[in-house]
């Protein structure tokens, strides 16, 4: 039973071009999460998605970020024109069901993608 | 405050005990965690605890909340050299999201 699966692991891009981050959930979640790691913080909140849904994105930054979840496929995190603040560790997690209030969802998290812009 | 706090950094001896601290932020969050980060590694579910206990255990693992004070801590018993890592606790003040601290990284001395 595979885990929630990102690739790639390490990706470097220099400013200006386009990064793509993929998310695989595990087998049967259906809701996905993604998270920025800065240097020596904690995880940040960016984004929720449901298949074909975005359900919150209030962690997203305003431009250049976009996230998408379809019927098919893997979860993307894209981010255009990037630039050298956008080096991080880029996390995503996947539940089985939403969460609501008296229950949880633990959220399984990959091994995430280290972004690099030179 | 808006941030969940937690010590930047903690040294044990193998075989002591490790208490991490960590001060949330919103009386409302109804889970509270703690993960673990290996170097190079995402994040590992280690426990958590319902907002209505006031103790939880599970093997080597005891969570701590004191919800007057907005307190959660972990206690690690017996602590290894493997136990090595960032440990995160975080809440769930917003629905679904986690906020997390910004982690505490434990040294465990041989």
């Known amino acids: 039973n595979a885990g929630v699966m990102q690739n790639p692991r390490h990706l470097v891009r220099r400013r200006g071009q386009e990064a793509r981050l993929r998310c695989s959930p595990m087998?049967?979640?259906?809701?996905v999460y993604w998270y920025r790691q800065l240097p020596e913080e904690g995880l940040k909140f960016m984004v929720y998605?449901?298949?074909?849904?975005?359900?919150?994105e209030s962690g997203m930054p305003k431009e250049r970020f976009s996230a998408e979840f379809p019927k098919e496929g893997p979860s993307i995190l894209r981010i255009q024109q990037v630039v050298r603040g956008d080096s991080a560790a880029y996390f995503c997690?996947?539940?089985?069901?939403?969460?609501?209030?008296?229950?949880?969802?633990?959220?399984?998290f990959g091994p995430g993608t280290r972004l690099t812009v030179l | 405050g808006e941030d969940v706090e937690q010590s930047l950094f903690l040294s044990v001896r193998e075989g002591d005990s490790s208490v991490i601290n960590c001060t949330y932020t919103?009386?409302?969050?109804?889970?509270l965690y703690w993960y673990k980060q290996e170097p190079g590694a995402g994040l590992q579910l280690l426990t958590y605890?319902?907002?209505?206990?006031d103790m939880k255990q599970d093997q080597r693992l005891t969570v701590l909340l004191n919800k007057k004070d907005k307190h959660l801590s972990l206690r690690i018993a017996d602590t290894q050299t493997g136990d090595s890592a960032i440990y995160f606790c975080?809440?769930?003040?917003?629905?679904?999201?986690?906020?997390f601290g910004a982690g505490t990284i434990l040294r465990v001395k041989s």
């Open positions: 997690a996947s539940t089985p069901m939403s969460g609501g209030t008296g229950t949880t969802d633990t959220q399984y």
């Open positions: 087998k049967g979640h259906s809701h």
């Open positions: 605890i319902f907002s209505n206990m």
């Open positions: 975080a809440e769930t003040p917003y629905g679904n999201k986690l906020v």
């Open positions: 998605l449901q298949k074909e849904n975005i359900i919150d």
């Open positions: 919103d009386s409302s969050s109804t889970y």
